[in-house]
Structure formats: structure tokens, C-alpha cells
């Protein structure tokens, strides 16, 4: 059973992309699109208080009459994030993600935020896992791929 350890060694350059807690959304969403990521963590005091989503900006951010480029993330982020450990399973991950109804799950290792398992690097790496498992079933199954 594949963990959230092999998908950090298999994305050794898992950047980590923050932001302060009083900087602008529109500065957050910049970023965001630069990276290509879905969230950002948030910093204070060079400590991470929580994590601001695609999503977050969407339920709070002009639906609600706020401008990206007036608000503060401290406003919208989230701030109870679920989180995970390197030894977490892919599935736990993926039944974390369900139950919380996130996206993002951030790593937590010796009391720091290591790295972020996004919803789609997640379903990349079970699929991996997936197409391993149903190749071996079908060298079982056939007889091949064995040595005599």
C-alpha cells in the first residue's frame, strides 16, 4: 500500500508556495497561477496558520462582494487544515479528502509542513498503483512475466 512517503519521493521537488497572512488575495491568486497550483499555505510570523484554496476564493471572494485586490488572505483562507503524515496511506488520504470535502491536504514531518498532497497528485499516484496492481494480476493470470 502506497504512502504519502512515496509520493514525496517520487516529487522530490515538491516546492512549498506561501504567503503572508496580510498580503492581498489578487497577490495569492498571482502566485497560484504562476506555480500552477490550486492553494498556497499561509504564513505568520514565519509560521504556517493555515492554507488558501481556489476554493476558498470562490465561497468567499467576490460571490460574497469581496475584491481579490482589497481583501486580505487572513479573511478567507482556512484555517483548520486537515493534514497528513509521510506514513499516511494514499487511501486515507483520499478518505480525508471526502470526509473534509478538501482538496489539499498538507504533510506535516517533525512539526513542520514538509510538502501538500493535492487532490490531483493524489489521483495520479492511485492510479499508478492501480494499473501496477491490475499488471501483475495479469501476469498471474496469463502465467507470464515470471522467470522459470
Known amino acids: 500500500m502506497a504512502t504519502v512517503q512515496k509520493l514525496l519521493e517520487n516529487k522530490p521537488e515538491m516546492p512549498l508556495y506561501r504567503v503572508q497572512a496580510t498580503q492581498t488575495v489578487l497577490h495569492a491568486l498571482q502566485m497560484m497561477d504562476e506555480a500552477n497550483t490550486g492553494a498556497v499555505l499561509v504564513e505568520e510570523q514565519d509560521k504556517i496558520i493555515g492554507i488558501f484554496t481556489e476554493r476558498d476564493y470562490a465561497r468567499q471572494g467576490e460571490v460574497r462582494g469581496r475584491r481579490a485586490d482589497q481583501t486580505i488572505v487572513a479573511e478567507v483562507m482556512t484555517r483548520q487544515m486537515v493534514m497528513v503524515k509521510p506514513e499516511t496511506s494514499l487511501q486515507e488520504c483520499a478518505e480525508l479528502m471526502r470526509k473534509y470535502r478538501v482538496r489539499h491536504l498538507p504533510i506535516l514531518a517533525n512539526d513542520h509542513i514538509i510538502g501538500v498532497v493535492s487532490i490531483r497528485g493524489l489521483a ?10 491490475i499488471s501483475q494480476l495479469e501476469n498471474y493470470i496469463l502465467g507470464t512475466g515470471y522467470g522459470n
Open 124 to 133: 495520479e499516484a492511485l492510479l499508478e498503483e492501480q494499473k501496477g496492481t
